[in-house]
């Protein structure tokens, strides 16, 4: 009983273990589901402009906010020979020793919107202060608060109403109010200490607008809201809600975007590019750049060379998963437990068709030479020695007839390990003597169908994605075998062998 209750258990944890960290690196990390997804990338470039003034200069640039809708897959500042870039505290720095006259300096950045995860609702963020208002404006600012949050049914509705005042020419409310915007930091300020004085969390931000599809874009300001369903945009120009997941956030509050020391006439232009890009490498890019452990300490980490061996090592266990299903719950019989999963891996070399024709030629043969070595009563060494040697003539003898009638498959029977085929002839010939040939075509039929059905589970482009993208989830297999190990049933072949004692 203590046995089965630590197999449950066990069970229990690599499930979810494995499961887990699949899920986390879907919705976290952005990686896919299916190997053919694409993803939406864009590239930003900001350029800056200005005259070094001679001596020392300092240039900071405020850091695009990836935020909940957007990922970063990298942050490239310009090298130049007399700047001295680095990223830090949310800011892209320039420093020189000696510099001046016209300079220009660049801030290349890439982002993605995954468009397969859920988004998640946005956390909370700081609200914009009440403004600080003398007593006629203050007495103002509390009659269109007053008015506007009653006819107002949501923070949405509200925020609405209270930013279309402030564009009505004809309100001498509001009116009176823009004459203090420029004493309160500009009118997006105001119109976010408003709605926070309507009970509507809000704040000022500028940022791009991604969607707009612009080669060059000016940032833009908005009124970011706080509801339940998450962040909210309001444009002031318009007085409308705007679709948050096409806006890359820059700035938010009073935070400044430029600054240049030693130097004047700074100037900020923005470029954007978009295309395409493959989601799982995107995914691994991002997780680079944000370090995460799931992405550094993986075999993303690798060289390439050795990843592509991975490929092909992590389909292995699915194979065995395969055998264990067929000899245990099915009850299909094989030669050997891994024989089926090594013909199949040669199977992905030559093909299917060619691979079973090219396997039953050379043990048919091995079969027969192996029958003549019976009668000369040799030792078992000598004896499996001689049988090497007629796999290897074998081969060479296939191989000389596939170039003559120009065959080309015929020439990758080398991809068929030629140990193991030997020993399989030296098994099957035993089992011929002892068992007789019926028992040899059940068994070598069972390895045959078992390899074939690993060869189309290991050529199946989503399985093999699945395996490479989410190698954790080799636990969940690991777990199935240990359950399907843990079985003492019937299998499926002896139900039909014991169906006449349940008839009677």
């Known amino acids: 009983m203590k046995s089965r209750i630590q197999l449950v258990i066990i069970v229990l944890i690599l499930v979810l273990l494995g499961s887990g960290l699949a899920l986390y690196k879907y919705i976290k990390l952005g990686f896919p589901l299916t190997p053919t997804e694409k993803e939406t990338v864009w590239t930003v470039e900001a350029t800056i402009t200005f005259t070094a003034e001679g001596g020392p200069a300092r240039v900071s640039l405020n850091l ?56 998640p609702v946005a956390a909370a963020f700081e609200a914009a202060p009440v403004p600080t208002l003398e007593k006629a404006p203050r007495k103002a600012a509390e009659n269109i608060v007053k008015e506007l949050r009653q006819a107002g049914k949501s923070a ?15 309100n001498p409310k509001a009116r009176r109010l823009l004459d203090e915007a420029d004493d309160l930091g500009g009118k997006l300020n105001l119109a976010a200490g408003l709605l926070n004085m309507a009970g509507v969390k809000a704040r000022a931000v500028k940022g791009l607008d991604l969607a707009a599809g612009k080669k060059k874009q000016k940032l833009k300001g908005f ?27 820059w700035s938010k509050h009073d935070e400044s975007i430029l600054e240049i020391t030693g130097g004047s006439g700074g100037e900020l232009s923005i470029a954007t590019t978009v295309g395409k890009r493959m989601a799982r490498s995107a995914a691994i890019q991002h997780g680079k750049f944000s370090q995460s452990l799931l992405v550094d300490f993986s075999i993303y980490s690798l060289p390439l060379v050795h990843q592509n061996t991975f490929k092909l090592l992590l389909m292995i266990p699915l194979g065995a998963l395969i055998v ?95 140990i193991i085929i030997s020993w399989t002839i030296e098994r099957m010939s035993v089992l011929w003597e002892e068992e007789g040939p019926r028992d040899v075509f059940v068994k070598g039929g069972g390895t045959l169908l078992s390899a074939s059905l690993i060869f189309l589970a290991m050529k199946n482009k989503y399985v093999s994605h699945l395996t490479f993208t989410f190698p954790e989830l080799l636990l969940v297999v690991l777990a199935v075998i240990i359950m399907i190990g843990s079985y003492t049933g019937y299998r499926l072949s002896e139900l039909r062998r014991f169906e006449p004692l349940v008839r009677e």
């Open 64 to 119: 695009a906010d990836a935020g909940q809708f957007y990922a970063i897959l990298e942050r490239n500042p310009s090298l130049t020979r007399d700047f001295i870039s680095e990223v830090k505290g949310g800011r892209a720095i320039w420093e020189a020793q000696n510099v001046s006259g016209p300079q220009t300096l660049f801030l290349q950045s890439t982002i993605y919107r995954r468009s397969g995860a859920p988004i």
């Open 156 to 170: 949405e509705e509200t925020a609405v109403l209270i930013m279309a005042a402030l564009n009505d020419p004809l």
């Open 223 to 249: 009124i970011q809201i706080q509801t339940d369903e998450g962040l909210k945009l309001i444009s002031p120009r318009s007085a409308t809600i705007e679709d948050p997941r096409h806006f890359l956030l």
């Open 324 to 418: 264990v299903i067929l000899r245990n719950i099915v009850g299909l019989q094989t030669a050997g437990t891994f024989m089926p999963i090594l013909i199949a891996m040669v199977f992905l070399q030559v093909n299917l068709l060619a691979g079973l024709t090219l396997f039953i030629l050379i043990v048919g043969i091995g079969l027969v030479l192996r029958g003549y070595l019976s009668h000369l009563n040799l030792l078992l060494v000598p004896r499996i020695s001689a049988v090497l040697v007629f796999v290897i003539i074998i081969y060479v003898a296939i191989s000389v007839i596939s170039i003559k009638l120009d065959i080309e498959a015929g020439l990758r029977v080398t991809f068929f390990p030629m």
